[in-house]
């Protein structure tokens, strides 16, 4: 019964998106405050039944109700209980559940805390919301129903996915989906701005939270199932350019330019038409993701569906998104004329320079990931595009882009000095060419290696000396400077910790790529491995019995006593079996155990990774993310238009609306 609740309210979901879409967009035509004002309602009505639609499911894989089938497919009575609850996304239809429960959030947080929205702005945006959420419940009841039934249900389910069967796998997809969809308010108000024929800097003063908190998501998401990988699949790497990793990566970049070009609008109301065309590109690139992911094209732990139906479903939904909002776009960005003008070398210039970089590197990505798969349908060949094509043609591009980001903040807008920014920028130019020629010399370090250490070192001292200029360091009292730091906005401290992250981030990818080093070999009880000034000492195996899997657990022992014990798991009810990596993690690199098969004798394969610096990706990725939140928690993205003006900007718009 509880089941049919669930589908019950999905199916009244799509009834209210409906209303949601068709009434305010009507009111907002017609400039009718009763109409629009039905916006707000229908978003808080739409998220509530998706609230119960997604608790009902829930309800089912937490009591294991096996004649509900998506339960039966993905879930088993022995499962530990967090696994249970991680299994409702961790299939495709319980995945477009959460996937269109987020929409509504989405929609619904507009409609809470949009009240500093001009009334046609709000409704729109609202209306455009609800109408992809029409195409996406629309998907799920007719292709993909999560609460269809199984006569007669079976005794016991057919378990999760081991793969899935983990923590960073229970918050990767939810942290995933929160800027996937988060990109959808973006979206919306640029597709709501094109509709009243009008961008300004207030609009990109309220875009820019709502951007924010997506690329916030999404840089959680990519960072956890990075680490996911890294640990949870045995092969000791963190990032592979698989054609899902890239699903996320694009939307990512393009998102990361959006933030960019927005600072402008709002700064200068320039680059307002660029703006508006990278909201649509990288919400556009999250339906490719979800396409990619659900169509069946692609094969892969992240993959779910397999049905062209579904696949060719979504792809109708990505060429309505895409065709219908390119051509509005095309149709109104021609009236979108800018208004502040500004010199090539300026803080403008650099966020230009940003953006052609950041959206050239977001092409490449794309070329690269679809390639393969159009050459494959149009001509059957199969070919690999891997990590040589992405290194030879994406690494290039974060080089001047990395030079560039420590440059920009330290120019004045409009009109900036590039001789005095460098100047002040003489300590990070000696440490970081320093550093990178006595790498490549003393250390015999490759090419490669010495450069990105010269680009991390040097983005993270021009981070720290545009710090220091703000609070003016060492020129005035440091009582004076403290007071300075006090005052700065969370904006400023936002920035300057996303990009020391990215240099962190740089010094970690750097360093394993580069200075890891991987032993294989046959090891019986006793052997000793050498490796990277370490020796461990393999201790045998022995049998283990879990919850739900049995397992053989390989132990290793260090010169320090240390015991790294890494498992391989077999799954009874899934019937498949995983790798369990030990891992001692330190700073200047972690040691990584892996049991595999058994040989000859009482001898087994084992490997045996040394990950120099590998640590630092993951904190940087997690300063990145905490960048965006204290960005977020600036009082000046809460702060709405003042009454009076936005008064004033209403009038305008009932006087000028087109």
């Not at 992405?390 to 004045?412: D, Q």
């Amino acid at each position: 019964m509880i089941a049919e609740l669930g589908h019950l309210a999905l199916a009244a979901a799509l009834v209210v998106a409906v209303f949601q879409t068709v009434v305010p967009l009507y009111g907002a035509a017609r400039r009718d405050p009763t109409l629009m004002a039905m916006a707000r309602p229908a978003a808080l009505v739409q998220f509530a039944a998706l609230i119960l639609s997604f608790g009902a499911l829930t309800h089912a894989f937490v009591t294991s109700d096996f004649s509900v089938s998506n339960v039966a497919a993905n879930s088993h009575s022995l499962k530990p209980m967090i696994y249970k609850v991680s299994g409702v996304w961790g299939n495709h239809e319980g995945s477009m559940l959460l996937w269109v429960l987020i929409l509504s959030l989405f929609g619904a947080a507009v409609a809470a805390f949009g009240g500093n929205l001009p009334e046609s702005l709000r409704a729109r945006t609202i209306a455009i919301q609800g109408l992809i959420g029409i195409g996406f419940l629309t998907f799920i009841l007719f292709t993909s129903n999560p609460f269809e039934r199984v006569v007669p249900p079976p005794i016991d389910g057919r378990g999760l996915n081991p793969l899935l069967q983990d923590i960073g796998l229970a918050l990767h997809p939810p942290m995933l989906y929160l800027g996937y969809v988060g990109l959808s308010t973006t979206f919306s108000f640029a597709v709501a701005a094109l509709l009243e024929g009008r961008v300004d800097p207030s609009w990109a003063r309220w875009v820019r939270p709502w951007t924010l908190a997506a690329w916030v998501a999404l840089t959680a998401g990519i960072i956890l199932g990075s680490g996911w990988a890294y640990y949870e699949l045995g092969w000791g790497g963190w990032w592979f350019w698989d054609p899902v990793e890239n699903a996320s990566f694009m939307p990512w970049l393009a998102a990361t330019a959006l933030l960019h070009s927005a600072i402008v609008v709002e700064k200068r109301d320039a680059l307002k038409s660029w703006t508006i065309l990278l909201a649509l590109i990288a919400f556009a690139l999250s339906l490719l993701g979800t396409f990619l992911v659900r169509s069946g094209v692609l094969t892969s732990v992240h993959a779910f569906a397999v049905d062209p139906e579904r696949g060719m479903f979504i792809l109708v939904l990505l060429a309505i998104a895409i065709v219908g909002s390119f051509a509005l776009y095309a149709w109104r960005a021609p009236s979108m004329e800018g208004g502040g003008v500004f010199r090539p070398i300026s803080r403008e210039g650099g966020l230009v320079l940003n953006n052609l970089l950041t959206a050239t590197a977001a092409a490449t990505v794309l070329i690269g990931t679809l390639y393969p798969l159009a050459l494959e349908t149009v001509t059957g060949e199969k070919v690999s595009v891997g990590p040589p094509f992405f290194e030879a043609t994406f690494v290039p591009l974060m080089v001047p882009l990395i030079i560039a980001v420590g440059i920009g903040p330290l120019l004045a807008w409009k009109r900036g000095d590039l001789a005095g920014a460098l100047h002040n920028l003489w300590a990070a130019a000696i440490i970081a060419i320093s550093l990178g020629l006595a790498l490549a010399w003393l250390q015999g370090a490759p090419v490669g290696a010495a450069l990105g250490m010269a680009l991390a070192a040097w983005l993270a001292i021009a981070v720290l000396t545009e710090w220091a200029d703000r609070v003016r360091l060492f020129r005035v009292p440091l009582a004076n400077s403290l007071s300075r730091a006090a005052g700065l906005p969370r904006a400023a401290y936002g920035m300057t910790l996303a990009h020391l992250g990215l240099a962190v981030f740089i010094v970690g990818a750097v360093g394993e790529t580069y200075f890891s080093a991987e032993v294989v070999r046959y090891a019986a009880r006793g052997d000793k491995v050498e490796i990277a000034g370490h020796t461990l000492t393999f201790d045998g195996v022995t049998e283990r019995a879990g919850p739900n899997f049995n397992a053989q657990v390989g132990t290793f022992v260090l010169e320090d006593g240390q015991r790294l014990e890494s498992e391989r798991r077999f799954f009874p009810a899934e019937g498949q079996q995983t790798t369990e990596a030990a891992i001692r993690v330190r700073p200047m690199g972690d040691l990584y155990t892996v049991l595999g098969e058994p040989a000859d004798g009482d001898r087994w394969t084992i490997r045996v990774y040394y990950k120099t610096l590998v640590m630092w990706i993951w904190v940087g990725g997690f300063l990145m993310s905490l960048g965006g939140l204290v960005s977020l928690a600036d009082r000046r993205l809460r702060v709405g238009v003042p009454a009076p003006r936005r008064d004033r900007m209403a009038m305008a718009a009932a006087g000028g609306d087109h």
